[in-house]
């Protein structure tokens, strides 16, 4: 259709819309409100040049509903708007199913006719950025170069070339694939840098032993909210320890301990002839499990009560609340293998649970195999001496760690028996004092050494368990324990197997 014969057609269809007959004028709505179509089909209220199928009807005589009259404009009652609202399905590519329509220019009124072809993208086929034609123009070359010769043309202005920038240049045509990315770097052993992130810093998982230790602190352990001296301050929490007893005097010769002191401290008892021989010493560390050593568990005579909470052995009235408990499984290290004095550990499980109160509470085990202190402390109710009768009293003695290759050293003519085959070795340990005057003596085998918590001196870490010596308190005659860091996992296997 040419020019002349579209100027022709679109000023009969806006003279007749003009004045419209009153049964075909809906009630005056502006541009976009909804409409109903003489189908009874719902409609969008369009500009006539914006309804194909309006004008289609309108060349055919048949007048659409009008919905108001927009500066000489009818704005009618548009049923494909509706179905573009709706029912407008995307296609995953170029199909034959058109939802743009070309345009034609018609006196600032755009006219709409269906696509028709099937090959080339809408942008193109439809050219909907064409702009008015200007004059030719060369390109223009920019002078600021900075010596580089690629020169390179500014973008022309639309008008200039053939066709359009956009349909010369096609930005909208589907791009290749970009390439794969490149494969990952092959992975290098790196140094570890001195400050690594605290991002990439792997930190490992809490033992079991340790988030124990923690739970059993919390009875002697106060928190107290403090305010620092700034603006806006928020309250900081600090744990305090909270029991009769903030730190251990190390003397010598065993000084008798107070009442609530070691409250983790347990007696093995044994029975004989009808009576019961108090001959070793052990830990609480769980509610139904005693720490000792293997020997004090023989297989012949092994114990079958454990006191807990006590203080005098004889005496009942120095304010203790001791508790008995039955010995109803022993669980001796499977590498124990006397007369040798490794693996020197058992445990000891007890009839029924611990109650834990102010007397009686589990001692923390020690996870390490270093030490930041030289000190450590002893207790039992072992002989206070050489060839002395033990102790009723539970005795508390500090001694100094011994380093393990000069413990070696002083062992090493015990190295020819089979009791010491092979040396001190890394999971036993040595304390005393090399001048002689304090030490663990008979009685108090089984019984622990032990250190405080750092940030919690009510808490004791058992660091070893007394295993065996030479001569109590004698010159260059330290004690050997059985060092427990290295016995942590099979402990956490037996006494906390489903935690």
Same mark, same amino acid.
């Given at each position: 259709m040419?020019?002349n014969?579209?100027?022709?057609?679109?000023i009969?269809?806006?003279?007749?819309?003009?004045?419209?007959?009153?049964?075909?004028?809906?009630?005056?709505?502006?541009?976009?409100?909804?409409?109903?179509?003489?189908?009874?089909?719902?409609?969008?209220?369009?500009q006539?040049?914006?309804?194909?199928?309006?004008?289609?009807?309108?060349?055919?005589?048949?007048?659409?509903?009008?919905?108001?009259?927009?500066?000489?404009?009818p704005?009618?009652?548009?049923?494909?708007a509706i179905?573009?609202?709706?029912?407008?399905?995307?296609?995953?590519?170029?199909?034959?199913?058109?939802?743009?329509?070309?345009?034609?220019?018609?006196?600032?009124?755009?006219?709409?006719?269906?696509r028709?072809?099937?090959?080339?993208?809408?942008?193109?086929?439809?050219?909907?950025?064409?702009?008015?034609?200007?004059?030719?123009?060369?390109?223009?070359?920019?002078?600021?170069?900075?010596?580089n010769?690629?020169?390179?043309?500014?973008?022309?202005?639309?008008?200039?070339?053939?066709?359009?920038?956009?349909?010369?240049?096609?930005?909208? #045509?589907? $791009?290749s *694939? !970009?390439?794969? /990315?490149? @494969?990952? +770097?092959?992975?290098q052993?790196?140094?570890?840098?001195?400050?690594?992130?605290?991002?990439?810093?792997?930190?490992?998982?809490?033992?079991?032993?340790?988030?124990?230790?923690?739970?059993?602190?919390?009875?002697?352990?106060? #928190?107290? $909210?403090a *305010? !620092?001296?700034? /603006?806006? @301050?928020? +309250?900081?929490?600090?744990?305090?320890?909270?029991?009769?007893?903030?730190?251990?005097q190390?003397?010598?010769?065993?000084?008798?301990?107070?009442?609530?002191?070691?409250?983790?401290?347990?007696a093995?008892?044994?029975?004989?002839?009808?009576?019961i021989?108090?001959?070793?010493?052990?830990?609480?560390?769980?509610?139904?499990?005693?720490?000792?050593?293997?020997?004090?568990a023989?297989r012949?005579?092994?114990?079958?009560?454990?006191?807990?909470?006590?203080?005098?052995l004889?005496?009942?009235?120095?304010?203790?609340?001791?508790?008995?408990?039955?010995?109803?499984?022993i669980?001796?290290?499977?590498?124990?293998?006397?007369?040798?004095?490794?693996n020197?550990?058992?445990?000891?499980?007890?009839?029924?649970?611990?109650?834990?109160?102010?007397?009686?509470r589990?001692?923390?085990?020690?996870?390490?195999?270093?030490?930041?202190?030289?000190?450590?402390?002893?207790?039992?109710?072992?002989?206070?001496?050489?060839?002395?009768?033990?102790?009723?009293?539970l005795?508390?003695?500090?001694?100094?760690?011994?380093?393990?290759?000069?413990?070696?050293?002083?062992?090493?003519?015990?190295?020819?028996?089979?009791?010491?085959?092979?040396?001190?070795?890394?999971?036993?340990?040595?304390?005393?004092?090399?001048?002689?005057?304090?030490?663990?003596?008979?009685?108090?085998?089984?019984?622990?050494?032990?250190?405080?918590?750092?940030?919690?001196?009510?808490?004791?870490n058992?660091?070893?368990?007394?295993?065996?010596?030479?001569?109590?308190?004698?010159?260059?005659?330290?004690?050997?324990?059985?060092?427990?860091?290295?016995?942590?996992?099979?402990?956490?296997?037996?006494?906390?197997?489903?935690?």
């Amino acid at each position: 259709m040419n020019p002349n014969a579209m100027r022709r057609n679109f000023i009969i269809i806006v003279t007749c819309f003009l004045v419209p007959r009153v049964d075909i004028v809906a009630a005056q709505k502006t541009e976009g409100d909804l409409c109903l179509l003489k189908n009874g089909n719902v409609g969008i209220c369009q500009q006539l040049t914006q309804c194909v199928t309006a004008v289609h009807k309108a060349l055919q005589g048949d007048r659409p509903i009008v919905c108001s009259i927009k500066a000489d404009m009818p704005i009618v009652c548009c049923g494909e708007a509706i179905q573009n609202v709706i029912q407008r399905p995307k296609p995953s590519q170029f199909t034959n199913e058109r939802y743009f329509l070309d345009t034609v220019t018609y006196e600032n009124y755009p006219i709409r006719y269906p696509r028709q072809d099937d090959h080339e993208p809408w942008w193109i086929v439809e050219k909907p950025f064409v702009e008015a034609p200007v004059a030719p123009q060369k390109p223009q070359f920019s002078n600021n170069n900075n010596g580089n010769n690629n020169h390179k043309p500014s973008r022309p202005n639309s008008g200039t070339l053939h066709s359009p920038w956009w349909i010369a240049e096609r930005p909208f #045509t589907s $791009a290749s *694939l !970009p390439p794969p /990315p490149p @494969p990952p +770097p092959t992975k290098q052993t790196l140094k570890p840098t001195t400050q690594p992130s605290p991002l990439n810093i792997r930190r490992p998982t809490q033992k079991m032993s340790e988030i124990k230790c923690n739970e059993y602190s919390r009875p002697v352990t106060s #928190t107290i $909210a403090a *305010l !620092p001296l700034v /603006p806006a @301050p928020e +309250p900081i929490h600090v744990e305090i320890p909270k029991c009769d007893f903030t730190s251990v005097q190390l003397i010598v010769g065993g000084e008798e301990t107070k009442l609530k002191e070691f409250p983790h401290m347990a007696a093995l008892g044994y029975y004989e002839n009808g009576n019961i021989d108090w001959k070793c010493g052990g830990s609480l560390i769980s509610k139904y499990f005693v720490l000792t050593a293997a020997h004090c568990a023989p297989r012949n005579n092994p114990p079958t009560i454990a006191r807990l909470g006590d203080l005098n052995l004889k005496l009942s009235n120095e304010g203790a609340k001791p508790v008995n408990y039955l010995v109803v499984n022993i669980i001796r290290h499977p590498d124990y293998k006397p007369p040798a004095k490794y693996n020197d550990i058992a445990l000891l499980k007890l009839d029924r649970p611990v109650e834990f109160n102010e007397f009686i509470r589990p001692a923390c085990l020690y996870t390490r195999d270093t030490f930041d202190i030289n000190k450590t402390v002893a207790t039992g109710w072992g002989q206070i001496d050489f060839a002395e009768k033990k102790s009723d009293v539970l005795l508390k003695v500090g001694i100094s760690i011994i380093d393990n290759k000069l413990c070696n050293e002083l062992y090493k003519m015990d190295e020819t028996t089979k009791k010491l085959g092979n040396g001190i070795v890394p999971s036993m340990m040595c304390a005393g004092e090399l001048e002689g005057g304090k030490d663990t003596c008979q009685g108090d085998s089984g019984g622990p050494i032990q250190i405080t918590r750092p940030n919690n001196r009510c808490v004791y870490n058992i660091i070893g368990i007394t295993s065996f010596g030479k001569f109590c308190a004698a010159k260059n005659a330290p004690g050997v324990y059985t060092r427990v860091s290295s016995y942590v996992p099979w402990i956490e296997n037996i006494v906390w197997p489903e935690e």
